[in-house]
């Protein structure tokens, strides 16, 4: 890594015309972002998730989570104004001086309130073009303590939104869980205590953006993720073996399937691979809630998915297990570890 801590300072700072060697993909991990195409994501309108045409959405939403992964989704509840204020809050956070944002500095994974940068800078062969706040926000109050106080009105802004992040998230969850014939409530009642944690994004720009990634192709290994974003694009979703560019539309949020729902729907939904790109003029700011299970939760299929005709996928596991391979395996794909096949000493649910 850079001798300095963050990526901000060393863009900021040096005004750099290259990229550092140690944030370069191999030629063939790279981008290429000639090939990349433009084909719209499905956007739901939640209004009537809560009427007489609720059966519609959940169609909607069922379909998306099969073909995608990934939806957007309009007339979500959340007042634009609690949205205003997180992008606001987030980008005086960054935009503090090198040893104000160094307190809450860490590389240590293990730390879940923390600034850092790239992924898991303690394992990674090359480094991501990101800086990140990682919050946890569930409990809040066992958390918020711990949360930066500089802005000012960082803490209240950033609670305010994670509550109105939360409720969108379980009203998401339990129209996941209806749209798979399950009782609406199923998965929630498979997540233990809980968990939620918020990451605020910083993509600066990057003299050569061909040569590296905000963050590389993963699918998220939480539940559901909630993600608001600025109006710079930069996040590509795969679909059909192309990388797909997604249109930023004001006060949505893009919804994307993560692989605890993957394996409790016995693969009929699919976690959605996406990555992140970054470009020469602008910096970017995205800002993802991740909805999981606490570590103690078991997951698996859920045993009305399961028949002679489609068997288990996956085995059970706790979350917490779960959990510590993606963070010993940096962003790779762990879904694979927990097939079946490749557990035969291990009884599926």
């Known amino acids: 890594m850079s001798k300095r ?10 005004k750099i015309e290259h990229v550092p060697s140690n944030y370069i993909r191999p030629l063939t991990q790279r981008p290429n972002l000639q090939d990349v195409v433009h084909d719209p994501i499905p956007v739901i309108d939640l209004q009537d998730l809560r009427g007489p045409n609720r059966g519609h959405v959940i169609e909607q939403i069922g379909r998306a989570c099969r073909d995608d992964g990934f939806f957007q989704v309009t007339n979500h509840g959340v007042p634009e104004a609690i949205i ?10 960054f935009e503090l001086p090198e040893e104000e944002r160094l307190k809450v500095y860490s590389d240590d994974p293990a730390k879940v309130t923390r600034l ?16 990140f706040l990682g919050l946890p926000c569930y409990p809040l109050e066992d ?14 802004i950033a609670a305010e939104y994670c509550k109105s992040a939360r409720g969108l998230a379980l009203e998401l969850i339990e129209a996941v869980s209806e749209s798979l014939g399950l009782d609406k409530d199923y998965i929630t009642r498979q997540l233990g205590k809980h968990g939620q944690h918020m990451a605020l994004n910083y993509y600066p720009s990057c003299p050569q953006p061909d040569l590296t990634y905000g963050l590389p192709a993963h699918t998220d290994h939480y539940v559901l993720t909630v993600l608001l974003h600025d109006e710079v694009p930069g996040l590509q979703l795969l679909k059909d073996g192309k990388w797909v560019a997604v249109r930023p539309i004001p006060n949505t949020f893009i919804i994307n399937i993560g692989d605890q729902i993957q394996v409790m729907s016995n693969g009929k939904y ?49 979350y917490g297990e779960y959990d510590g391979k993606v963070w010993s395996n940096g962003l790779e794909k762990c879904l694979d570890m927990f097939l079946v096949e490749n557990n035969s000493n291990h009884v599926a649910v």
Not at 116 to 131: L, P
Request: with cysteine; hydrophobic share 35%; net charge negative.
């Open 84 to 93: 205003a204020n997180m992008m606001r809050i987030t980008r005086e956070f």
């Open 5 to 14: 801590l963050l990526l901000k300072d060393m863009v900021s700072t040096d």
């Open 143 to 156: 958390y918020i303590h711990e949360w930066p106080n500089n802005p000012a009105s960082f803490r209240d």
């Open 270 to 318: 699919k976690s959605g691979t996406h990555r992140v790109v970054v470009n020469c003029d602008k910096e970017r700011i995205s800002i993802p809630t991740f909805y999981s299970p606490s570590p103690d939760a078991v997951i698996g299929p859920a045993p009305q998915l399961v028949t002679d005709d489609e068997p288990a996928m996956y085995r059970q596991y706790t």
């Open 116 to 131: 850092s940068t790239s992924f898991n800078v303690r394992n990674e062969k090359v480094a991501s073009w990101r800086d």
